[in-house]
């Protein structure tokens, strides 16, 4: 069908062309050419040997600070060895031709034997002053080859190739043998093929050994110099011709080659490209707007409008450029084959202007098109950090009210996730313009050619573009359904992991993995439904060509429009140039319905309410005399409730004056300083404050960091006010235990600190802030009394005499000092007056100070029964007195919370991100593919591609070959014609189908499955883990890298195999017209591949370090929303905007590098397959006529006018593959995390009923938090009876919280066991253990939901059941009055219920529980003591025949305890029962009372004056 035998003949005729081309007028043309290049070598070698450069002739040599002296060795490397080895094989060679055309002197064309002699001569020496120059590269440790060297090796190869074609042509045509001088013309082919490949890399490979071992790269420039330059923007530096060409990130790449980058070594980005810069553009724009139009969701779309419109503006004209360019090859294919099938009648001059014009657009084409990419992409950059930067500053400045209606998960989402859609989107919206430009150009060319045929054309484009619109609003709504399913899974993981150490406590763990993955499936529904819709497109979009055409064709055919060759190809190629834009149309609709939800997103929480800036009036301190003044204050959390927070505050604060407020938990104690902070919205009054703030929260606020740097928190460092500081806030000792002392690293949240230790921690940073007014919230709950006595004498009446301080305390022993005392009730203040004045009023006060009255009675009592001549007996007595500040303490006893990484001498805890280097390893994509069926759908999928690519060839071959040439050609059966069409583009269309479902479902289950190994890898992961991994890490993977897994990667791997087999489509076709093009397509395809593999070690570095260099933002965003208010309240959101704007250009460095790196590489690849279609169509045009099919010439062409798109793809797609195989590596790294211990060991399950008397029995326990550190508890053993009240005691950091954690196996003892009612724990699981235990943490912990999740999360009590433990824990009546009842809501983190509420909502928990072993630590710090006397009475009433063990600092909740465990360096220093303690007045027990007992003197002598 296809003609075999009229191809024969036009092969042969082919060749006879060659034969009389190749044969021109001088048979010598081959030696003068040699003869000629020879000599010029030696011209440039000679020249560089008179001016004295022969030992510069390489620019980059040896380092200069390297001296000789310190070089103890020069490893040569493959490189250089290779190229020494060809060249000599080449001098042998040259030398055997020499030898063998003396002998036989008609092997060769050339009848001249001077010249063929001079010729051979020249080459030999050429090769002699080869080696010689090799040497001194060799001698002066040279980086690179000489370029005169490199140029001699260019050329050789081509003269060497052009003379083995001209034998092998006329070989053939002569019917000739192959002579000697033909073999070593082949040896001589390769061993210049291997010396051209090197001269492409120019890289020697030669480094330097230095005395200390350190392998140094021979970079290119001095290392100093390049050092000073490393951080210079060289963007910036660029001239426009580097601009043009990216050769401005040749020293980055250069550097890149060498050795793995790091952060610093990236440069800055520009100034305009700054986030800086960019925040304040746009916060001005947008300022702009909103005085004009007020603020509302179409301003912020304004403001972004209006910030990316000029440079949004360039793209499109560079975008418009391109895509018209790129029509301009289809438009001149008809005139193309036309000319090649009249050569006979045009000249050549012709055809060459038809060959430069196509040249000519693909270089405009390829130049533009590279230029909006990369505008496109700096845009989206600029578009982010302005954003990023605008969400980081409303997150400091959002409400209560705003807070509670987005999570941090959600907020964190919105800076994540929905910033990089719309930033995306910046580089899709110039296909919006260029769609209709392409459309046009298609449509004129197509009535160029087929009239009226172009109608038809227009109206199956139309039909096909109709279809978007029912589809694009579908995937709109997928992607709502997407982003909220995301947010809420984001939320609930950010949950899990801020509160795991409670989770695993409580044995809730595998309770909440349920409910993450129940969450998974949700956003998994949507996934599936966006996923299938997608395929549905990309079956649509992929066979819409062949529609099209189909169509077309048809209607010509009906409409009696002859076809012809010509017209057929062009027509193709101009449906084939519609491919792109028709198949990107629905990954514009996707990314811009994306875009849009997120869009939507951000400008609603952009208007979210802000802090009242008018709530607070500042006064200047010469004024007035009052610090604090609030007058008929009526405050509210919820402006919108119909219930205040606080009503009536009426509140004057003299200068220097200290107040004490005081009131039962929930009262609105710490409301009242929040009011004075301007946190809670002010509904009437006037609030004036004269003087700065310093504030210290209830809660705990620690930065990720040193401890010096949350002490100085932004200050300067005074040494003398810093000691001082550290002195009055009782850290001396401790920063001497620490293992770098202030300079000890804290973890996550203070993870690796005590809560005392995180207490005092803040109150320093307070202290030293130097502030007018000091608002401390309940300071000294987390401390022992000791320490609390230390801190309010040395620091509340010692440093801060002078300052205003009001301080919030439950302990009623520190209101005496006070100059005024508020007593509230009620968000009232009830009392105000002096201790003495409140006590006499008789209206409520005295309730709290008789029930800490009576506490201390209840001590003082014990302490005189119990005193005796008598001597005692304790465990673990020394012969010595221990005092209490005597008690030893040890580095190890520092870190009684989890310090699991840090580095011996170092002080680190968090450990750095862990960020793979080199390429992607093998195993890495070998467990993706194989993640599902073990791979199986891969091949059929690539199967599937190839028979699709292969009917697609044969579809327009077949067309190629039936139309005839010329008009004048009658055809035969044009409707079986269209009918063969027909049936092969419907099987190509089947192929996509296959194609496209199977890569859906694949890619989208290996996504789940690989989330489902991450989850439980993460959950089941041991404490030491999330210690020293900061949740952002993780929530990166969860969120950005897995969001990449979903909707990302499985595309990018299967385009890497399209484009493969697309290109190699492309060159099949294109041999089949001209196979001569192979001679300039194997040399170019070689240097794009040294190109490729030169630019992707810096590609892949960069975009890993863009990856590392995010999650800092998010941590960091997290920190500060998490203590916004302090941030607020010490003045520091300049401070903190400033250092999320370093982060963010952290991040941009790197990303911004990146997708430089890739357009550098674009543009080379482009402008080489450019050279290899300009080779091919001058090709075409300078063969004779008989040796052309012009239908088969127009076909290649067709196909090559996408070679530089094909091949930009193939390798743009490898890139971008392993740049997004990234996130399949990192989130890897965390599915393979060591395990805890199993949650249940089927053959060691523990009886039902156990625990049953609750005896806990530790034998020679050891314990320590990670290998390298030395143990916390030492050698302990003791019994604990069952069914007893043990109290721990000990100073902050002894040892008491570990105790409990090792009971709760949250690390695994290094020596020793423990066993309950004579089970070893260490044998049954994690579960059976934790959830027959009840625990109170030190730190309350509420989960976002309702009161009765809270409470019960597994759904295993009734409302009788959780009510009557609401009242036990005096929390029922608060529940009662709110109309949700149970129902009530809990915000993040139970803001909007009190500390001291949240810690009763945690002892109501351990009731519902009912286990026989109740561990509580500091379970009623945050109370008032009236309330810790009933709960202590509820504790002992329910858990009266259960094993109690209590860590409490206020002496008398231990004091009736059947026996009393004093903790010192992590030994035992006395355990026996109370009263034989207090025997021993030499004890350290004894002395603790003593202290209570002189404290409760003093205290009683002012309440009975």
């Given at each position: 069908m296809f003609g075999p035998s009229s191809s024969a003949i036009a092969n042969f005729q082919h060749i006879q062309f060659w034969m009389s081309w190749l044969q021109l007028s001088s048979p010598c043309l081959w030696e003068t050419a040699s003869i000629v290049l020879q000599l010029g070598f030696f011209g440039f070698i000679i020249l560089r040997f008179v001016h004295g450069f022969v030992s510069s002739l390489d620019q980059s040599k040896t380092r200069e600070n390297v001296g000789q002296n310190e070089i103890m060795d020069v490893i040569v490397g493959f490189s250089y060895k290779l190229c020494l080895i060809c060249s000599i094989l080449l001098f042998g060679e040259q030398l055997m031709y020499i030898l063998l055309m003396t002998r036989s002197r008609s092997e060769t064309e050339c009848r001249m034997p001077g010249q063929v002699l001079t010729s051979g001569i020249t080459r030999v020496l050429s090769c002699v002053i080869a080696l010689i120059v090799l040497y001194k590269v060799l001698k002066d440790k040279c980086s690179k080859y000489p370029l005169v060297l490199r140029i001699w090796w260019f050329c050789n190869f081509f003269m060497f190739l052009a003379r083995a074609a001209l034998k092998a042509f006329s070989s053939f045509t002569d019917g000739g043998h192959s002579m000697m001088p033909d073999y070593v013309d082949c040896t001589v082919l390769l061993t210049s093929a291997?010396?051209?490949?090197?001269?492409?890399?120019?890289?020697?490979?030669?480094?330097?050994?230095?005395?200390?071992?350190?392998?140094?790269?021979?970079?290119?420039?001095?290392?100093?110099?390049?050092?000073?330059?490393?951080?210079?923007?060289?963007?910036?530096?660029?001239?426009?011709?580097?601009?043009l060409t990216f050769s401005w990130l040749n020293r980055l790449l250069a550097v890149g080659n060498v050795k793995p980058l790091n952060q610093d070594e990236?440069?800055?980005?520009?100034?305009?490209?700054?986030?800086?810069?960019?925040?304040?553009?746009?916060?001005?724009?947008?300022?702009?707007?909103?005085?004009?139009?007020?603020?509302s969701k179409s301003s912020i779309y304004k403001a972004m409008y209006r910030f990316v419109r000029r440079k949004a503006a360039i793209n499109?004209?560079?975008?418009?450029?391109?895509?018209?360019?790129?029509?301009?090859?289809?438009?001149?294919?008809?005139?193309?084959?036309?000319?090649?099938?009249?050569k006979n009648v045009q000249s050549l001059e012709s055809g060459y202007i038809l060959a430069l014009g196509f040249l000519t657009a693909k270089i405009v084409e390829t130049v533009a098109e590279r230029q909006w990419n990369f505008g496109a992409r700096q845009l989206s950059l600029r578009l982010r950090a302005a954003l990023a930067s605008h969400v980081?500053?409303?997150?400091?400045?959002?409400?209560?009210?705003?807070?509670?209606?987005?999570?941090?998960?959600?907020?964190?989402?919105?800076?994540?996730?929905?910033?990089?859609?719309?930033?995306?989107?910046?580089?899709?919206?110039?296909?919006?313009?260029?769609?209709?430009?392409?459309?046009?150009?298609?449509?004129?060319?197509?009535?160029?050619?087929?009239?009226?045929?172009?109608?038809?054309?227009?109206?199956?484009?139309?039909?096909?573009?109709?279809?978007?619109?029912?589809?694009?609003?579908?995937?709109?709504?997928?992607?709502?359904?997407?982003?909220?399913?995301?947010?809420?899974?984001?939320?609930?993981?950010?949950?899990?992991?801020?509160?795991m150490r409670t989770l695993k406590l409580q044995a809730w763990d595998s309770h909440y993995l349920q409910k993450l993955e129940s969450l998974r499936k949700i956003e998994y529904k949507w996934l599936w439904k966006s996923i299938r819709l997608r395929a549905i497109l990309d079956f649509i979009f992929w066979v819409s060509p062949a529609f099209i055409s189909v169509t077309t064709f048809a209607g010509c055919i009906i409409m009696g429009i002859p076809l012809t060759a010509g017209r057929v190809l062009s027509a193709l190629a101009t449906f084939k140039m519609l491919q792109d834009p028709i198949y990107n149309l629905p990954d514009l609709l996707s990314v811009f319905a994306q875009a849009k939800v997120a869009a939507d997103r951000v400008a609603s929480y952009l208007q979210e309410e802000e802090i009242q800036q008018s709530a607070i009036e500042f006064v200047s301190p010469d004024q007035t005399e009052f610090d604090i003044e609030i007058k008929r204050g009526k405050f509210s959390w919820d402006a919108e409730s119909t219930i205040e927070t606080l009503d009536g505050i009426e509140l004057q604060v003299k200068r220097g004056m200290k107040v004490a407020i005081c009131g039962t938990v929930g009262s609105g104690k710490s409301s009242l300083l929040s009011s004075i902070l301007g946190e809670v919205t002010k509904l009437s009054g006037t609030v004036k404050i004269s003087g700065t703030k310093a504030y210290v929260p209830q809660s705990p606020w620690?930065?990720?960091?040193?401890?010096?740097?949350?002490?100085?928190?932004?200050?300067?460092?005074?040494?003398?006010?810093?000691?001082?500081?550290?002195?009055?806030?009782?850290?001396?000792k401790d920063f001497e235990l620490f293992p770098a002392g202030d300079l000890t690293e804290i973890g996550e949240r203070g993870i690796n600190m005590s809560g005392g230790q995180k207490q005092r921690i803040q109150i320093a940073r307070a202290v030293y802030q130097d502030?007018?007014?000091?608002?401390?919230?309940?300071?000294?709950?987390?401390?022992?009394?000791?320490?609390?006595?230390?801190?309010?004498?040395?620091?509340?009446l010692g440093i801060l005499r002078e300052k205003t301080v009001l301080y919030v305390t439950h302990q009623v022993e520190f209101l005496p000092a006070a100059d005024v005392i508020l007593l509230i009730q009620n968000g009232r203040i009830a009392q105000v007056g002096k201790f003495e004045e409140l006590l006499n009023q008789n209206i409520g006060f005295e309730v709290l100070v008789g029930a800490h009255s009576q506490a201390l009675n209840s001590v003082v009592t014990v302490e005189n029964a119990s005193r005796a001549p008598a001597n005692g007996f304790s465990e673990g007595k020394s012969a010595e007195p221990t005092l209490i500040d005597d008690l030893p303490k040890s580095k190890e006893d520092c870190k009684t919370i989890l310090c699991a990484e840090t580095n011996r001498g170092k002080g680190n805890l968090v450990n750095k991100e862990e960020r793979g280097k080199g390429s992607i390893g093998k195993g890495v994509y070998?467990?993706?593919?194989?993640?599902?069926?073990?791979?199986?759908?891969?091949?059929?999928?690539?199967?599937?591609?190839?028979?699709?690519?292969?009917?697609?060839?044969?579809?327009?071959?077949?067309?190629?070959?039936?139309?005839?040439?010329?008009?004048?050609?009658?055809?035969?059966?044009?409707?079986?014609?269209?009918?063969?069409?027909?049936?092969?583009?419907?099987?190509?269309?089947?192929?996509?189908?296959?194609?496209?479902?199977l890569l859906a479902v694949t890619g989208l289950a290996t996504a789940e499955k690989m989330f489902h190994n991450m989850l439980h890898s993460v959950l089941r992961a041991p404490m030491a883990f999330f210690d020293s991994t900061p949740t952002g890490r993780i929530l990166n993977r969860a969120s950005t890298d897995q969001d990449v897994l979903d909707l990302g990667i499985a595309n990018k791997l299967g385009w890497c195999a399209f484009s493969t087999i697309q290109l190699i489509g492309v060159i099949l076709v294109m041999s089949q017209a001209a196979w001569e093009v192979f001679i300039v397509f194997l040399p170019v395809t070689a240097i794009c591949i040294w190109y490729q593999q030169y630019s992707m070690p810096t590609s892949r570095e960069l975009a890993r370090l863009a990856g590392v260099e995010r999650a800092p933002i998010l941590h960091h965003f997290a920190e500060s929303l998490a203590g916004a208010a302090t941030i607020r309240a010490f003045g520091q959101k300049p401070r903190f905007i400033n250092t999320n704007l370093c982060l963010v250009d952290n991040h941009s460095r790197p990303w911004f590098h990146n997708y430089a790196a890739m357009e550098w590489l674009s543009y080379r690849l482009n402008q080489l397959c450019n050279l290899v279609f300009a080779f091919s169509l001058v090709l075409l045009v300078t063969l004779p006529e008989k040796l052309i099919d012009p239908s088969l010439a127009g076909l290649a062409v067709t196909y090559a006018i996408n070679l530089n798109v094909q091949q930009t793809y193939f390798i743009w797609n490898i890139i971008n593959a392993e740049v997004k195989m990234i996130s399949v590596e990192r989130i890897l790294q965390y599915s393979n995390i060591i395990s805890e211990a199993p949650l249940v060991i089927e053959d060691h399950r523990p009886p039902k009923n156990w625990p049953d008397t609750g005896t806990i029995c530790f034998e020679n326990l050891q314990f320590r938090y990670a290998e390298h550190l030395p143990s916390v508890l030492k050698n302990i053993t003791l019994t604990i009876p069952g069914k007893k009240k043990i109290g721990v005691v000990g100073r902050t950091g002894s040892g008491k919280t570990t105790l409990l954690q090792a009971i709760c196996r949250i690390v695994e003892p290094k020596e020793g066991r423990i066993l309950i009612d004579d089970v070893d724990i260490s044998k049954i699981g994690l579960h059976d253990l934790r959830s027959n235990l009840s625990i109170i943490p030190q730190d309350p912990t509420m989960f976002e939901g309702t009161v009765r999740r809270n409470l019960d999360p597994l759904e295993q009590y009734s409302d009788a059941e959780i009510w009557e433990a609401l009242d036990k824990c005096q929390l029922g009546d608060i529940v009662r009055e709110n109309k949700e009842k149970l129902e009530s809501t809990v915000v993040e983190n139970g803001e909007n219920w009190s500390v001291g509420q949240r810690q009763l909502f945690c002892l109501g928990r351990a009731l519902l529980k009912k286990r026989s072993i109740l561990l509580l630590d500091e379970a009623t710090a945050s109370v008032d003591s009236a309330i810790d006397g009933i709960l202590q009475n509820v504790i002992s009433r329910e858990f009266k025949d259960r094993t109690i063990v209590t860590i409490a600092h206020r002496i008398h909740t231990v004091i009736d305890s059947d026996l009393v465990l004093v903790l010192s360096d992590g030994k035992i220093a006395e355990y026996d029962t109370p009263k034989r303690l207090l025997e021993r007045e030499d004890s350290f027990f004894s002395k603790l009372i003593k202290e209570y007992s002189t404290s409760s003197k003093s205290f009683n002598s002012i309440v009975n004056l």
């Open positions: 291997c010396l051209l490949v090197i001269s492409v890399r120019g890289k020697t490979g030669i480094v330097l050994k230095l005395q200390n071992g350190i392998i140094e790269p021979l970079l290119n420039g001095d290392s100093a110099e390049n050092s000073e330059k490393k951080r210079n923007c060289l963007y910036g530096d660029a001239t426009i011709l580097q601009l990236v440069p800055d980005v520009h100034i305009k490209d700054s986030a800086e810069f960019l925040s304040g553009s746009f916060d001005e724009i947008l300022n702009c707007i909103v005085q004009r139009d007020g603020t499109a004209l560079l975008a418009i450029i391109s895509a018209g360019s790129s029509y301009v090859g289809p438009y001149l294919i008809a005139d193309f084959v036309k000319f090649l099938g009249e980081y500053k409303k997150g400091l400045a959002l409400s209560n009210q705003s807070c509670q209606s987005h999570t941090s998960g959600e907020i964190i989402n919105y800076m994540s996730v929905d910033i990089q859609r719309v930033s995306d989107f910046m580089w899709y919206i110039n296909s919006i313009w260029m769609f209709p430009v392409q459309i046009s150009f298609a449509i004129f060319i197509l009535y160029t050619n087929l009239g009226r045929g172009s109608v038809v054309a227009l109206a199956a484009t139309i039909i096909v573009m109709t279809i978007n619109k029912p589809i694009t609003k579908i995937q709109k709504q997928y992607q709502s359904k997407i982003m909220k399913a995301r947010d809420d899974r984001m939320k609930s993981t950010s949950e899990t992991l801020r509160n620690i930065l990720s960091g040193t401890v010096r740097d949350n002490i100085l928190f932004g200050n300067s460092y005074n040494s003398s006010k810093y000691e001082e500081t550290i002195k009055a806030c009782a850290l001396t502030a007018d007014i000091y608002l401390l919230d309940d300071p000294f709950s987390a401390v022992d009394a000791h320490t609390g006595r230390q801190l309010f004498e040395e620091c509340l070998f467990a993706y593919l194989t993640m599902v069926k073990g791979g199986a759908f891969v091949p059929v999928i690539v199967l599937a591609h190839l028979g699709f690519q292969g009917l697609q060839i044969l579809s327009t071959y077949w067309m190629a070959w039936a139309c005839p040439t010329v008009e004048a050609e009658e055809v035969k059966d044009i409707n079986y014609i269209l009918f063969i069409y027909l049936i092969i583009s419907i099987g190509g269309s089947f192929c996509v189908l296959v194609r496209a479902s």
